[in-house]
């Protein structure tokens, strides 16, 4: 009799894990609808600017963007709430040369908050900025690593 109580326990946990798990992804469906990120290139002096993103599961492939080009993509964020995509940028300064940054670019613990459904980042000389959905304007988010 005993055996028989392990497993309508085993059998409940099992059920109640799946139920759970299907409960989150129609929450996270309903709540975080398709997240897009757009990435400017905001260089002065008509600088193209090199970027390359990609997360865990996406390559996103290296781009070459012209002066207020942009690069956009749409996703959703996984169940557990773990979605990150990172960026690596390089353009070349007035005196040719070259600077490049790897940062994250999106991830859902930070971002969300911050963007909402739609993130866009302006790309500067001075660093990567974030524009704030609530209209409070830009967020200095990383400046560009010293050579």
């Not at 028989?4 to 709540?31: E, Q, R, Y």
């Not at 773990?82 to 070259?98: A, E, K, L």
């Amino acid at each position: 009799m005993g055996s028989g109580n392990s497993n309508f326990k085993f059998i409940f946990l099992f059920v109640f894990m799946a139920v759970s798990s299907v409960g989150v992804t129609l929450v996270n469906g309903i709540i975080f609808d398709t997240i897009t990120v757009f990435v400017q290139n905001d260089l002065e002096n008509n600088q193209p600017l090199t970027v390359h993103c990609q997360s865990r599961d996406d390559d996103l492939g290296e781009h070459e963007l012209a002066h207020r080009q942009d690069i956009h993509w749409s996703f959703h964020i996984d169940v557990f709430q773990w979605t990150r995509f990172w960026c690596s940028m390089q353009w070349s300064n007035s005196t040719g040369q070259i600077v490049q940054g790897t940062y994250d670019i999106y991830f859902v613990r930070r971002d969300w908050r911050l963007c909402g459904d739609n993130c866009y980042w302006s790309i500067r000389e001075s660093g990567w900025y974030l524009y704030h959905k609530d209209g409070e304007g830009l967020y200095f988010m990383y400046k560009w690593p010293s050579n």
